[in-house]
């Protein structure tokens, strides 16, 4: 049997064929596709704005400039994510901190966040921004985090990575009706795939408007109803601030317009494949991923906790024995604050004590479109023959 990874891209002849007209078109760059993709991720989402970039990781960045996050500001997220919900808090000089996670969910507690809301207030550290990451594609409690937002006055980003395709409360994550800025990725592990890419959806003009400057140099283009200075010349173009080269390509665009073509496809294929786990691994001593009402869930993780009072067998035994078995298990994710940069910034080892318990338990099983129910049956059989 060859290896099974933990996720993969699905490239079908459409999306090939797609690629070759953007390759021989006039564009390669940032050209007429890209605008097609943001306005049906856009349509999609039902959000007003879109601007699609090189990466999430840029996305995040150009999100947290637009929001005015910059030296003094605090960035507040969750240690249970990929380095770059964090990351882009230091892009901008910000200082970042960490709110525990459920354990249930593995999105951050509502209770913890409400207790460390109160307690900054109290010390005048209060956080200027929240970035919410709908982990594995689950939701967070939006309307919760909204309420929080609105008691204490801070802005929230939704780090929606996995979760393109998920619901809250019968809405599409991306809507943004609870958030100001909310970010995709379409790296190939994630639901559909630009190669390296990703996209911020706002409803807020000023804010989308910022983040096209802040994607191409902070210089302004014919977009720019007004130069910031009148011009005496025919040149019409003007530095205002300091911004990047995060744009996404027409190559990219054009393989993320023909993916979203199939993404109820993708989106029903994981769910099947999260049902079939369920089902397959009923009476292990794991934990399996909870389901909750108010969120469909886009299943880009399928993730597991080992109950190491029910099992012989440590979590770390049990990575190591499924990867020599070719089963390429997965930690998402070490907890942010324990990777060395992080250290030595200060935070301490125990910092979050959910994210700590969560850390020494779970493993992501293989979960992609591809994945046959011979290959997931192989995923099933070793862990029970490992975990007895
Ligand atoms: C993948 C991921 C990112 C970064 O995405 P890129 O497109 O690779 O920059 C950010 N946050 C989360 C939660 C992710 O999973």
Known sequence: MKNIPYGRQNIVDEDVDAVLVALKSEYLTQGPLVPIFENTVKEYCNAKFAIATNSATSALHIACL???????????????????????????????????????????????????????????????????????????????????????????????????????????????????????????????????????????????????????????????????????????????????????????????????????????KRKELADRYNNLLDQMPLFKPKIFSYSESSWHLYVVELDSQRSNITQKELYTKLRQSGVLVNLHYIPIYKHPYYKKLGFKDQYCPNAEIYFHRALSLPIFFDITDAEQDQVVHYLKLYIQ
């Open 66 to 268: 637009a929001l005015d996050v910059g030296r003094g500001s605090v960035v507040w997220t969750s240690p249970i994510s990929f380095v770059a919900s964090a990351n882009c808090a230091l892009y901008c000089g910000a200082t970042v901190d960490f709110v525990d996670i459920d354990e249930i969910s593995h999105n951050i507690s509502i209770e913890a966040l409400e207790a460390k809301l109160k307690k900054s207030e109290l010390e005048k550290c209060l956080p200027d921004i929240l970035i919410a990451v709908h982990f594995a594609g689950l939701s967070c409690d939006m309307e919760k985090i909204r309420e929080l937002a609105d008691r204490y006055a801070f802005r929230i980003i939704e780090d929606a990575s996995h979760a393109i395709g998920a619901t809250y409360k019968g809405d599409k994550i991306g809507s943004c009706k609870y958030s100001d800025i909310t970010i995709f990725s379409f790296h190939p592990v994630k639901i559909i795939t630009t190669g390296e890419g990703g996209m911020a959806l706002t409803n807020n003009k000023v804010l989308a408007r910022r983040m096209q400057r802040l994607r191409t140099h902070g210089v302004t283009g014919a977009f720019e109803e007004m130069l910031p200075q009148p011009s005496d010349e025919i040149w019409n173009y003007q530095q205002i601030e300091l911004g990047f080269n995060y744009r996404m390509t027409d190559l990219q665009a054009s393989l993320g317009i023909s993916q979203l073509k199939r993404i109820e496809t993708f989106l029903t």
